[in-house]
Structure formats: C-alpha cells, structure tokens
C-alpha cells in the first residue's frame, strides 16, 4: 500500500456517507463501478458511516451527504451528490483515459 | 404582561441576558425555537449571537454551541475576548463547542442528489457533547454561496429549522440584510417565530445601533426601536419607551441645598421624584445650584450621579470648593458618582443608552444633567430624547436636577419652551444690568403641586455658597444691586430722622408735663393756704362769739341782778 501510495496516479477517496440511504447506497455503488473500470489496482475506497462516527464531519469539513474527497492524488478535491453522472464524475477525478489507452 | 404569565400555556421563553432585551421581548427568546437576527454588516449579529450564548452558560447553565459559517474559531475567541468573554475557558469546561463550517465553493462539485445531513450530523454531534441548549448558527446564508443547487439548500434549511425545533434547541440564526426583504435569502420565511433586526445609521457622522422585534410568534413584545449600545460591556438594549406612566408618586420633600430657596416654597423645599429645571443665562452659576443640590443629598446620605457634559469631575470638585462645597469626600465615599459626556460623541439615543444604563448600575437618588442645552440636533428630537430620560428617572423615583443656559435676552428658546413644560419646577435666573452693574436674580416660575413665592430675589455666590438677600420691595419697586444698598441707606436715614424727631416729641411732652404739673401744684399750694386763713378766721369768730355770749350772760346776770 504505502508504496503505491506514492505513485502519481494512485487514488486515495473517502467517501462520507450517512447510514444506508438510498443517496448513499447509490453513491458508494457508483463509485466502486467507476473505479473498476478506471481505476483497477490502484484505488483505495474508504467510506466513512457520519451516523456512527459523526466527529469525523467536522475534520474533514462535511456538509453535504454524500461527499466524495480525493485525497489523493492532489490536490484534494471534493464532489458533493450521488455520483449518478458518470461522466463528471471521470472529469472530477481528474480521470481522463482508461489504463491501456496511454 | 402579567396576564399572560398566569396563563399555563404562556410560551417559554429563554432569557439572553443581554440588558434590556430580555424586557422587550417579556422574557427573552422563544425557548426551543429559532430565532432570525438579522442586520446589515458591523451591526452587532454575532456579537448578540455570542453574548446569547455566553450568558447562556454563565448565567442559565445552558451549554451552547457555535456553528461558525464565516469566522474561524480562532478569530471568534479573539474578537470577543475585549468584552470579557472568556470562549477558550468555556470550551475547555466543555460548556461551549465551537464549528467553523467552512464552505469553499472553488472545492465543491456537484454531482447527483445530495442533502445537508453532514451539517445536522455536526451539529447533533457538538450538541450531544456538552448537552447543548443554545445553538447559534452564523451566518447560514453563506451555504448559499457554496450550493449551486438553491431547491436543496432552500429545503434542507427548512429541514434544518424543523430539526432544532424538534430538538428543543433554543436557536439563533444570523441573517445579512437584503435589499427589499429581511434577509438576502429570505430565511424569514423559514423562521417564524421571532424575527429581531438590528440596525446601524449614521445621521451627522453620529452613529446610532438600533434594534427591533419585527415578530414574535405567541408573545407579545415591544415594537418601538430601540437603541443599543455595543462596548466593553457588551450589548445594552435601552427599552426606553417601556417605562410607563404609572410611577412612584413622592410626597417627601427634598432640600435644594439652599436654605434660602428651600423658604421660597411653601414646603421648603422641592418633592422627591421631581424634576427641577435651573435655566439662566451664562454666568449665573447654574452648576453652582447643582453642586448645592449635590452637596444636600449627598450629606443626607443619598447617592447621586452626575452627567457632566461641559466640565469635568475635576474642575466641578475645585470650583466647589471656592464655595466652601467639600464634594471629593462623598466620591470618596462612593455617594458621588461624575460621568463625563461629550454631547458630539454620540447620537441622542446613545447618550440616553448610556444614561440608562448608569442609572441601572449606580441606582441613584439624585440625578444632575448639567446642562441639557449640550444636546443639539433637531428640537423635536431633543425633546423626545429628554421626555424618556425624564421618564427614566420619574420611573425610578429620582430626583432630576436639569440645568439650561439660555440666551441673552428676554426670549425664551422653543427649546426650552418644550422643556420646560416636562419640568416639574423651573428656577429661572437672571441677570439684571442696571446702574452699570450686574445683579443676579432668581425667581420660582413654577413648583407643581406646591405654592411658591412668586418674589425676584437676589442672590449672591459667596465663600459659603449661594446666599439669597431680602429684596427690597418698596413703593418704588424691587430694588437690587447697589440700587437696593442706596435706597436701604437712605430708608435708614430717614428712619433715623423719624426716630430723632419722635425723641424730641417725647421730651417736650416730658417737659410740658413737667410744667403743668408744676402749676398744678402751685395751685394747690395757694388754695391750701387760703383753706388755712379762712379755717383760722373761723376760729377767731368762733372764740370772739363765746367771748360774746360770755360776755352778754355776764350782762344778763348782772342785769337781773340788779333788778
């Protein structure tokens, strides 16, 4: 892990989520698709549940519910909403060309 | 409203505090409901919004939460710290929390359906960690800037609202003023319990705070303007037309300080509670028949508090002493209070702000605004602003000594035309010119409820403080001045000459009598020695009869003898 974690292209994404609602179900989902067909092997997905741990929206500045946060590579950037749009979703992680079209 | 306060239904409420508010409001803020404060920028919202809170925790026990949309912790400590509050004590007692929710529209992207549950989540969380009962949400509008998606914000704000409501959380809501509406984004309508506005306008380059209750939701409130005062104790709210008219009515007489006014009234002296006008022209030691006020009171063991506007504390107590008048002993001894206020400084309303809050805090007995005519600005103005301090005092009982230079003249001013029919008595003194001297005068133009003497009298500043002389009324009219020394002189001759002729009369008499009585006994001498001769005449007869009778038996005898 920590050494991937170095490489330019590696992706470290939290994604906040507030108990099993259907937002955040959607979002988590749409995310995993995303990242599996962009992003395979070099993704880690970190969801973060505000109901049980609720201390955690105040560090990382959580507002809105659901809330993805690239924290890497940098910089950090945040995308608010369920992720249903597939296309700004590649355009806000910065995620241009799938792995093989380089 | 005491009606309401035996209804069981009566809305709690949540008490802020801050001086003066809570009594507009009958209590305070709508317990467990939010409160909409709203005002253009630098009129006090999260100063109010803190003060709320830290008053909360301090004097209610009711742990508070911040939610800071615009300043950062760190900055919000700092800015409060002049008034005394200490935030960083409070957070590390656990009584307040503090969340600076930041909002970077440049980081946030939207993308499909999302809500706010993040913020009632941070929210809930700082809550439930002290046991939170005051929440304070500044500015939330900010949310506007960071959302492009307004139908989500509009309904999760609604939410928002509903939520702290169910949570029993008394709220505050900071809203900035909008062109046309409250609020730029209507947050009015979210709020409908009770709306507060706070104000900030600068007339003359003279700032004036103003705070109004535009609703309250089940209560009723006071719906005036009122003035508020910002400073280093925080926020006062001046409910000044709150007072009443029904006061405390005094029948206790009070000494001016100088005996000889004191006899010009027909109780000797003026009623407790009242206002008492000393206007003259400069020069005819107005603020040396306050200090003679001051002096009375305050040696009667009473508390007075002096609004000085022209002088300061420092020159009053020297310029006493030349009258022989000790007034440092009773500041020393916490009687005497001097409050130096430069009439320019402020606005109208702020003065009375800060009037009333002095009057609040030093609880006095007598109050001596030297001198009214400091106050400039509009006569209508002037003259509401004077009816409230008026009613301030009378609301409390105090003794109001107002003094007023006028102008040279006869005319009185408009103004103090107007001020004069508040006043419950009027000293008027003068200055008269005449033989190429000046002579001050003083008469009562009015003492309410009381008889007065309705006499000019001259008075004269001495060593010993105001002394008034008899006038000298006379066939030629009130004399004063050398005017009056001169006709007394010549009245004293002219007694003397009265009284020099009625001696001589006395002594003639005397000598007259003398005479008579001498001729009497004269008289009487003669006659008692005419009684003495004819007595000793009688005799004579008498003894010449005997001899004669004698005489005439002897014959008879000697006749019938020899016959």
Known sequence: ?102 | MPADATLPLTLAKSQTGIVGFDEITLGGLPNGRPTLICGSAGCGKTLFATTFLVNGITQYGEPGVFISFEEREHDLVENVASLGFDLNHLIATRKLAIDHVRVERAEIEENGEYDLEGLFIRIGFAVDQIGAKRVVLDTVETLFAGFTDQSILRSELRRLFGWLKDRDLTTIITGERGEGQLTRQGLEEYVSDCVVLLDNRVTDQVVTRRLRVVKYRGSAHGTNEYPFLIDVDGITVLPITSSGRDVRVSTEIVSSGIPDLDKMTRRGGFFRGSSILISGVAGTGKTTFSMHAVNAACSRGERCLYFALEEGPEEICRNARSIGLDLRQYIEAGLLRFEALRPNLYGLEMHLARMHRDLDRFKPDVVVLDPLSAFRGPTFEVHATLLRMMDLLKARGITGIFTSLTLDGEQTDNAELGMASLMDAWIRLMDIEANGERTRTLYIIKARGMSHSNQVREYQITDNGVVLIEAYLGPEGVLTGTARLTQEARERSAQKRRLEAMERRKRDIARRREAIERQIAELQASIRAEEDETSMLVSEDDAHEDALLRSSALLAARRGAAE
Request: one cysteine or more; proline letters at 7%.
């Open chain 1, 1 to 102: 892990m920590s050494d991937l974690t170095a490489e330019p292209d590696y992706y470290q994404l939290r994604l906040y989520v507030a108990g099993q609602t259907t937002k955040s179900l959607a979002a988590v989902s749409n995310l995993k698709r995303v990242c599996e067909a962009y992003l395979p092997g070099r993704y880690e997905i970190n969801v973060i549940d505000l109901a049980q741990d609720p201390q955690l929206a105040a560090s990382d500045q959580i507002l809105a519910i659901p809330t993805l946060v690239r924290r890497l590579p940098e910089p950090l950037k945040r995308i608010i909403g369920d992720l249903s749009n597939l296309e700004k979703v590649l355009i806000g992680l910065n995620i241009r060309q799938k792995p093989g079209e380089t």
